[in-house]
């Protein structure tokens, strides 16, 4: 027997060899599919011209052909069932005759300098039309006129230093920060908060350059001209922003666009460093602090309000965004479970692309692609999973996660349920290093187990298996020897799943080395520099990174749903629980006087933490005598397991945030990308010695720390034996 | 084979005996549960002294050692396991040192007469103390000082009257108003919206007064100096005020008392018709409309305000009402299920009384403790349920419904996934003439089976069934030929269970002939006079009554805990949906012209019961051909049945009432014991035509019918197929 087997822990044996053929499935395909014409016998000219070299943005005709391509596909596949999904939801697009742009103004109001209107189209796509020019989706309209002030890169810590220490005030005036870092929806409320009337975001090279390395179509880098697109949204997690909470048919109530959730209202417009510099040269003022300097800041000073010789840069935005509400489409293919088809597996990734999508989503998009080519392959066979297993190409996830959230919100009463995990599947690549992982506790476990199976996909390490090659690459800093796993933040399609509904979620990919590579996501992010060529030339000649991202989420979704007993580890949750509650205790003793003034003691959540830990590990040894012939005892352990991660949800949700309901990770109130653990007592906790009613900040830190101990209590007590 | 056995559907037929006996058993204890020493062998006089003899309020030391007692005797019984679960609370006392009253004052500030501190002590108890005085729970604190208005039942539509059409306004004044008609709680809130500074709570016998009957011992009608305690709030399903949505444990987060949940700001008080002949007789101004006289308006002329000859009645509140955070208990028993131990049939009634709980809660309390001893007596035989029973005996429901409330917060995780119905155990009698049912229409069809296995209670009907006797007494008036059953308001425990938490639930009671008996609940409620001797003299002498409501009771939740397939009958509740949206729609019907005006459409909602009705009919058909033998295709039907009441639980609550979440059913917001359909489009309705804004207000409907509509489709969903 393989003993590799027996580290894989939880799942039948029976269904080990399935997996292998499974896995190699994907690898057979992966490369076809994203690859163009280059085995045409398998994989036709025609289907990848369709899905990488034509910008299918949410909400345009060819989005839709793809969708409808996509469901031709999967019903040949041989699926169950494919459906195409529609919601009629709220996008943002450029107003075709009126370009948006930024220009320099003189005294008397003269345009002196204006930004591009579009980036340099790359060789080879000449002709494409339908290329959407760089711009912040649901900006909002105007032509606000004001000095330019420079925050760094907009996080609130910046705009903290620039009103505290530098004792700046942007109200009234324009604002420019640099892309990276945070969230640009985050960027966006913190410039609206300090009452600015526009805010300009620029690709820093700082940020978005790599050393030694040309800019595109020579190397991987972005070139001058080229800039960030994306949505400037706040929604925290409603989805379309005109239905919150309610999936967008056609008999939905719409709120008007003053009451839309999370629009912005005031004008955004992204650059590229080649306009930035034109804006930042001439800027007066003080030099900026040394941490806020990027490589641009060679060549410019910042202001204005720093010193006496503060000359003002006066600029315009011209910004004729217009928000309309769209019709997008979701495709659903299902593979009906043999036992449990209650029980829901789900495989998710998005279909939209800002241009040509060569890496977001489509690296993505392919391994849902050739995971389901695989499953009908295998269903062909006679092979059928225990659990029903849901593949969802999403739409208009660059539009706020809105396809994937009004799908959750359209099957919210089936998915609390029977939701046994959702994978999600966007961008499969985003650097060359190893692989990242972010996903919930309970996965942990089975994210190891199965990596020790696939292969590294590194040259050079041949019989290394990609646990070691990511071990060694990124191994766990602090308190385990094991490969680095992070919380799940948001800024991709799981979050419904995970952050509101409370279904186990996780995400794989393959990315860059974080210790060298100071770049936020990849140069080229949301450019229309995204091709299938960067991927092929530079990001994954061989293709096998993305086969090994493909064998590790298709071997997520099939061992999920096809073992008997669910691959949960919820002794895993008990460890993460305990130093999420070391961590934010750690963060609270920051202020020792006022927790003693206040009595604020976080003892109930170390007590609920202990409970959780006895009665995980008191589970896992159930699990060892558990009666396997008998299906309604496995059921019922199951449904345990399943229901865990439901059990972290409050209705309630979280102050201010009523989608964003786990108790245990919320997108970062400051940065949506990070996961924060304990969100209600870190928010709470924030920036609580600037309070201006501290006994009153005190107090709702022993509110969070309450339901967070609550929460964790009841969750311990969903894992003793039933009754 | 038993002809009847026939028509109960979705049972099994090897349950029918068990049920029988278990039914038989509870007629054989109920009677000697509440009857005094009838039966010393059985039932000691000392059991019965501890239950009837002295008051037990929630939170005294008295209450507790029943709790104590209850426990022991439900070990002896047999249960599996019997836990006492404390919490503590917000209770509320009158102030021993310092009693409530009202004055009438002159013009100098003297108290020129006071009402009575305490009701005369019915024969028999001239010893006992810890009688509480007649007292509002939770009213305020303070002495207020005013001229009297009388605002009749003080419902919402009286102050309007008030305020529209007579024209008198009560800021800084205090009402007077008579108990009944809606819950008390609501009169304050209503009181307090229009601005008076205290509220007087009445028993007219108008409303309290049974013709041809004397008053207690000589008969059952309140004497003319009992009066009606009860609690003020306005909670809204939040459980203990300072601590909403979470129980009250040890380590949780408290609110201060200015931010508690409902708590009325202004003194309330209750008193009977002795005292109030004198507060009402000497008002000036006109007579009040026709539709205002109760038989207290022979004596007086009711003002100020109404006309020149206004003749003032100035009163002082003295009201000292303290309130205190106090540990409660709850009993908890179990009977762990033999297959599906995590599915869980709750049996709950409280145990706190205002003084001896003669009907309420005893004659509720008296059945589950005998279900209990029913049950024990199985299990010695060696009987043991399929699924999980819980048993419990609630504290402080009189008190806002606070132990069942939270309990089901503390267990909420688990109840969510596993709960499949909660059967109420309040009052077992009310009223000497028929049975009276509320439940979700899911049971209907449960509870007419059930009845027509039960034998009625009443002399001259031997060998007619309960259904029959039901039948004839309280026929269903419009559109079907059975028994009336109706809505569940809320005003007892089941609340926090089903309008929470979405769990099916009904309550049964012997109740009186409302179409002849004027009175809301029974004369004597919540007064001195509930005592043990006024049911066996005159409610139910037999006992065969609280046999039959015990039958009723304990069948239903031996029949959801032990059948393989639950009895829930989901076609009935489509036939209700129908009902409810045809009622909804006539009501908005009342304004075509703006119906146009604001494009306000009934069609999504109707389309969705539509969807439902087929969807329903389908699951029926194949619960036909369900292969039994298959645990798991067995237990994945149940689960769709009992899912389907959380199905209609929407996570936002209704607008301002953050804990009732079922969008189908919701007390009233003008009468929380009444129940409300589709209480989201009904309250946006309410009273629209004097709306400030009425385009905003159609808009609300619209939003409301548009969340009604996705929510009956979504549960529709979970009827289908699930893959």
Redesign the interface.
Known sequence: QDPGVVQLRHQELLCINITYFFLNFSFFFIKCFIIKSKKPKTCSILFNRKFTQLPHLAGTEQNLRYAEQIKKEWMEFGL?SVEMVPYDVLLSYPNKSEPNYISIIDQLGNEVFNTSLAEPVPEGYENVSNIVPPYSAFSAKGQPEGDLVYVNYGRTEDFFQLQREMNINVTGKIVIVRYGKIFRGNKVKNAMLAGAKGIIMFSDPADYWAADVQPYPDGWNLPGGGAQRGNVLNLNGAGDPLTP???A?D???RFSLEDGVGLPKIPVHPIGFHDAVNLLKNMGGQIPPNNWKGALNVSYRIGPGFTDDFKSQKVRMNIHTDNQVTRIYNVIG?I??A????R?VILGGHRDAWVFGGIDPMSGAAVVHETVRSAGKLLSKGWRPRR?IIFASWDAEEFGLVGSTEWAE?????L???AVAYINADSAIEGMYTLRVDCTPSLHTLVYDLTKQIASPEDGEEGVSLYESWHKRDNWTNDRDAPRISKLGSGSDFEAYFIRLGIAAGRARYTKNKKTERYSSYPVYHSVYETFEIVEKFYDPSFKRLQAVAQVRGGLIFLLADSQLLPLDVNQYADSLRKYAQSITQLAQKHPEEMKMYEVSF??LF?AVENFTVAARDLHECLQTLDRAD??QV??MN??LM?LE??FI???GLPGR?FY?HVIFAPSSHNKYAGESFPGIYDALFDIQNSADPEKAW?EV??Q???A??TVH??A??LT???
Chains 1, 2 share one sequence.
């Not at 036992?339 to 209650?342: K, T």
């Not at 359209?410 to 089936?414: G, V, W």
């Open positions: 169950d909470g309610y999936p048919k008999y939905t109530y299902r009906r479970g036992l449990e088809p209650d829901y029903t359209d099957n919210t009463k089936l609390q349920e029977r003892d109930s007590s299906p309604l059921r019922i449904d345990q229901y439901r059990a409050d209705p309630l009523p309901r107090e022993k509110r720390i309450s339901i101990a609550f009841a969750a007590m969903t034996p039933p009754a």
